[in-house]
């Protein structure tokens, strides 16, 4: 256990480090105006909160539906599931959400890299979608070593009985996935800037990473809040998320070479489309999906 709690300290302090590296080795050069604004932020913000709960829903959906194809009574409900009978296979199906969120995950990438040019405020909410759907399913993998009473334990170790060796493998492979997945989406977020910005400028990538994802997913995580209430402990999943993976998007944004910006619209104004679907996903969650839904 020791290794794997190495390797999650490495996950949490590392890019602190790396940061700390940065601010070193760039103090010298100035930040540029113009970068970004807090318009990007907001667009952004609420793409991010879409991405979370639409992501977490679907797995929650996969959970129920798992289990439903076993003959089992299952209810979902906006951040949980439950279910009535018993089957030799339930505790496999505890799985099937993580694995159906890390798959949607990966078509959302295969979508993302058609929409490579395009300047839809649309192509940051697919990205997002990639996003939740490998780093909300990722770590899972880690817990379930650590856990094994979690859903994704349940199914390792559970039913599958897999050994210790094999499970720490899996456990550092998945810390592993987590930072180099959030380093690749730095590149692809800095992706969204202005076309004439040099990012040459290591400042000018810093600058933009603030907007468009830490600052955005600090506030995304706010406004996830109230989809995951009550119990009030449903709250911290989100900002778990933002820890683990938002320092490693910002301190790895110097990393790629070639960079280049499609001007994306989500730059130029506040977007209203994603504000009010947002607001309606968050009455179907409490109006809906809070009570129950039978399947």
Not at 3 to 22: C, D, E, S, T, Y
Not at 180 to 206: H, M, Q, T, Y
Request: one cysteine or more; hydrophobic letters at 55%; proline letters at 4%.
């Amino acid at each position: 256990m020791i290794i794997v709690q190495i390797f999650f300290a490495i996950l949490l302090l590392g890019p602190m480090l790396w940061a700390g590296r940065n601010w070193t080795k760039y103090k010298g050069i100035s930040s540029p105006k113009g970068i970004a604004n807090y318009t990007t932020m907001i667009n952004s913000s609420v793409l991010y909160a879409l991405a979370f709960n639409l992501v977490f829903f679907l797995q929650e959906l996969f959970l129920v539906l798992g289990k439903k194809a076993l003959g089992l009574k299952t209810l979902l409900y906006h951040n949980n599931h439950t279910w009535e009978g018993e089957h030799p296979m339930t505790l496999l199906m505890q799985g099937s959400g993580a694995l159906a969120i890390f798959l949607i995950g990966l078509i959302c990438l295969g979508i993302f890299h058609f929409l490579t040019n395009s300047k839809s405020i649309w192509k940051l909410l697919v990205l997002w979608l990639a996003f939740h759907g490998l780093v909300q399913s990722l770590p899972q993998v880690t817990v379930a070593y650590l856990d094994s009473s979690t859903d994704v334990g349940e199914a390792l170790v559970g039913y599958l009985n897999l050994s210790q060796p094999l499970l720490i493998v899996l456990a550092i492979s998945s810390i592993i996935a987590i930072a180099l997945v959030n380093i690749w989406f730095s590149k692809e977020l800095l992706g969204f800037v202005s076309s004439d910005v040099d990012l040459n400028n290591p400042k000018a990538r810093f600058k933009y990473i603030r907007f468009i994802a830490v600052g955005a997913a600090f506030i995304g995580s706010i406004l996830i809040i109230p989809f995951r209430i009550p119990p009030i402990s449903q709250a911290i999943t989100p900002f778990i998320i933002f820890f683990i993976s938002i320092p490693w998007i910002w301190s790895s944004a110097t990393l790629s070479k070639h960079v280049r910006g499609t001007s994306n619209k989500i730059n130029e104004k506040i977007y209203w489309g994603p504000i009010v679907f947002l607001v309606f996903l968050l009455i179907f969650f409490q109006l809906v999906l809070a009570p129950g839904v039978e399947f």
